[in-house]
């Protein structure tokens, strides 16, 4: 079982609708959260943090972390063609002395049809 | 602008051959990674270095090698014992270890001839 688990999609859906993307995963010391955007051939960039449980919005991106249900997610409202990318979940206990790697999820395809 | 530079964006290898894929930063972070990314396998790591002088073996660390002489450069070798290594190579930097925020470079698309 992989410690990161996310559903590679691809996602079709059409201009304005809501997005759901989700990750679960398996280490309960997991307290860093992020989601990152990547375009096509692109390197991926830092869309939301969050750290521990809870919820964090920016714009049209809400965050939310489920510690009990080890489950996150990234909601998109009012979804644009421009949002079309590949989402990639990640996360970390960030101990120090293991690099403070991320371990990411597969990505998710998404794509939103005018 | 700072950033993180990756060169070449494209390269190609032919059997038995190493070859070097670069990354350069200016963003005085001083910690660095490499990541591998397959379709559908999302992100692994290959190595990682904290500090200048100092690297360590990443999940996927077989075949590749590293070194970091100086705090702003990370290159990665792909050797020609790694037999798979067609893959879209990602370098990443972070102030330090312990921070959470995770930058890349562009990538480099690595292929077999």
């Known amino acids: 079982q992989k410690e990161v688990e996310q559903d590679p999609g691809p996602l079709s859906v059409p201009e304005g609708a809501i997005v759901s993307l989700n990750c679960t995963y398996s280490?309960?010391?997991?307290?860093?959260f992020m989601w990152y955007r990547q375009y096509s051939r692109k390197g991926p960039e830092l869309l939301m943090y969050?750290?521990?449980?809870g919820n964090k919005e920016d714009g049209r991106f809400t965050a939310q972390v489920d510690k009990s249900s080890k489950y996150i997610s990234l909601f998109i409202r009012d979804s644009q063609p421009s949002d079309s990318a590949t989402y990639l979940c990640?996360?970390?206990?960030?101990?120090?002395?293991?690099?403070?790697?991320?371990?990411f999820g597969q990505g998710t395809e998404l794509s939103v049809k005018p | 602008d700072g950033g993180i530079t990756q060169s070449p964006k494209y390269l190609f290898r032919k059997e038995g051959q190493n070859v070097t894929l670069s990354c350069e930063q200016n963003?005085?972070?001083?910690?660095m990674y490499w990541y591998r990314q397959d379709p559908g396998q999302g992100l692994r790591l290959i190595y990682y270095?904290?500090?200048?002088?100092?690297?360590q073996k990443g999940d996927i660390a077989e075949g590749y090698s590293v070194s970091r002489e100086k705090k702003e450069s990370f290159p990665l070798t792909v050797t020609s014992a790694q037999k798979n290594p067609t893959a879209f190579y990602l370098c990443?930097?972070?102030?330090?270890?312990?921070?959470?925020?995770?930058?890349f470079g562009s990538g480099t698309q690595l292929s077999v001839l």
């Open positions: 990640a996360m970390s206990d960030m101990i120090y002395n293991q690099g403070g790697k991320l371990i």
């Open positions: 990443a930097s972070k102030k330090q270890a312990s921070n959470e925020k995770l930058f």
């Open positions: 969050t750290y521990s449980s």
């Open positions: 963003l005085n972070h001083d910690a």
């Open positions: 280490n309960s010391a997991f307290q860093y």
């Open positions: 270095s904290q500090i200048v002088n100092d690297f």
